[in-house]
């Protein structure tokens, strides 16, 4: 299991990215009063969380009864990340982010915080397709980790970009966007050599 979930958590951290969603989070809370920004963090993990343990359950049946083999649905999962890991290794985030959108605290944490960014189709996809291989008691638990550690670091943003500033956070996510090119790409070998 400690392997399993070694995996499992070192995707999920990839494609989550709680190291580069900090920047985001960051940009969109900047100007809320400190419980707003706590309120924001909650949210958005929470509804994240409860996304992804929903697509651990229930993902495969879904694809079941819509006709989809987990194999297309591992190659479009490949594809989807593909995007956010060529943001983050060019911009160092995994979207880009207008000041505009940092209006409504409860709006913010759900879109686009909790999805696409924690809880997007990569993610939902990579739930679905570890809680096949891997079993959904150790998928579970690495989402559980990977979005404990999301809350952590949102809740040290301010902190965070006071201390180490913006800089080491994108070189950060760029390195988390090298890894997520690779998962990506595994994803599409292995959903292509199930197929062929």
Partial sequence: MGEDLARAF???????????????????????????QRLVATVSVSTAGALLIFFSLGGQEALDFLGISADSFKVAAGLLLLLPAYRLVEHGQPMEVSQEE????????????????????????????????????TTILAIVLVLALSLALFAGARWLFVWLGPAPLRL?????????????????LDGLSAIF
């Fill in 102 to 137: 940092a209006l409504d605290p409860i709006q913010v944490a759900l879109v686009p915080l909790a999805t696409p960014l924690l809880a997007g189709p990569g993610a939902l996809a990579t739930a679905t397709s570890l809680s096949e291989s891997l079993g959904p008691g």
């Fill in 172 to 188: 950060m996510s760029r390195l988390v966007g090298i890894l997520l090119f690779a998962i990506a790409v595994d994803f599409v």
């Fill in 10 to 36: 070192i995707s999920f951290f990839a494609i989550v990215d709680p190291i580069g969603n900090v920047a985001v989070f960051y940009l969109l809370t900047q100007t809320l009063p400190r419980a707003q």
